[in-house]
């Protein structure tokens, strides 16, 4: 298994742009998360699915981000306008949803720089 | 409010020894917690995870003790290798399958 899939690993962009990040899960798993991670903060979760509808949105900053969950194969974050603040480390991943383990999955990441 | 702790100063150990880090946490009742490894640009990666009806589980060259009236797990790394050098991330429910982590210790092990 090629494990979770994110693009863009990397992204700069100028505040006010549109940044749409994007997530393959693993392959049979139930439960789909994103988090960011920050020096400041370290890995706050944003928002998490199970079976590809959202569950906790707790986490979301702002009405500026939005996730989607289209599919079981695939998952998007966006926001929209960017500003410099939203600059961290996105990170997904994915869990069998199994709540006797929990254990996640976690994609190497999207490094966003908003200028 | 809840609240996840870990040292947030880099741990330094002599190669060989044996790394020991902490995670307190408050108005949480966790079933089971879980440590995992990061390394620099990488995503973090699960090591181990112990449930609230244990006191310590192994793997390896790690242990994970668990101590449900002091809030706290402590995790051991014996006989530490420069490779073991990463930060390493606690983790825990509040219900659900929503798992919130801890800051974070990085740790630096020296030949």
């Known amino acids: 298994d090629a494990g979770v899939i994110q693009s863009p690993r990397h992204e700069v962009t100028e505040m006010g742009q549109e940044v749409t990040l994007r997530c393959k899960p693993i392959?049979?798993?139930?439960?789909l998360f994103w988090y960011r991670q920050t020096m400041m903060r370290g890995l706050e979760l944003l928002i998490y699915?199970?079976?590809?509808?959202?569950?906790?949105d707790s986490g979301m900053p702002e009405d500026r981000f939005s996730a989607k969950m289209p599919n079981a194969s695939f998952s998007t974050l966006k926001i929209q306008p960017s500003e410099p603040r939203d600059s961290a480390v996105y990170f997904c991943?994915?869990?069998?949803?199994?709540?006797?383990?929990?254990?996640?999955?976690f994609g190497e990441g999207s490094r966003l720089t908003v200028l | 409010s809840q609240k996840i702790e870990q040292n947030s100063e880099a741990l330094n150990i002599q190669e060989g020894k044996t790394a020991t880090l902490t995670c307190n946490y408050t108005?949480?009742?966790?079933?089971?917690l879980q440590w995992y490894r990061q390394d620099p640009g990488r995503g973090p990666v699960f090591l181990l995870l112990?449930?609230?009806?244990?006191k310590e589980k192994r793997k390896e060259r790690l242990k994970v003790t668990f101590d449900t009236t002091l809030k706290q797990s402590l995790f051991h790394i014996t006989a530490s290798q420069p490779a073991d050098s990463a930060t390493y991330l606690c983790?825990?429910?509040?219900?659900?399958?929503?798992?919130?982590f801890g800051t974070g210790t990085q740790l630096k092990v020296e030949l």
């Open positions: 983790a825990l429910t509040g219900g659900g399958n929503k798992l919130t």
């Open positions: 112990i449930r609230e009806n244990e």
């Open positions: 392959s049979g798993h139930n439960s």
């Open positions: 991943a994915s869990s069998l949803g199994d709540r006797d383990t929990g254990e996640l999955f």
């Open positions: 108005n949480y009742s966790p079933a089971y």
């Open positions: 699915f199970n079976n590809n509808v959202p569950i906790d």
